[in-house]
């Protein structure tokens, strides 16, 4: 897989996901940053840093990127969520557009 079909997303803890471009796109935020003619350092390097995203929560959100790409069809398959991690995965959620 070429560099370029790819994308990085580092956690804060520094965690570092590398993930496949189409996967990232689901999210309207990553999507405008890496698509946007704008001056976008995410755009040039393919990497997102998000200081404020645990990696635990990182690491689900690039679970249901996937699982969004799989069952876009619309078959309707759930999407499992620890009770734990709710509030953070929606406040992650809601920043990325998701």
Not at 47 to 52: D, I, L, Y
Not at 74 to 97: C, Q, R, S, W
Request: charged share 25%.
């Amino acid at each position: 897989m070429r560099k370029e079909d790819t994308v990085k997303l580092i956690s804060a803890e520094g965690f570092e996901f590398v993930i496949d471009r189409s996967a990232a796109l689901v999210s309207n935020t990553l999507k405008n940053m890496l698509t946007s003619s704008g001056g976008f350092t995410e755009r040039e390097f393919g990497e997102v840093r998000f200081p404020e995203i645990s990696t635990r929560i990182l690491e689900k959100v690039c679970q249901y990127f996937y699982w969004s790409l799989q069952y876009s069809s619309g078959k309707e398959v759930d999407f499992p969520i620890e009770p734990e991690i709710t509030l953070e995965l929606m406040m992650a959620a809601n920043y990325l557009h998701t």
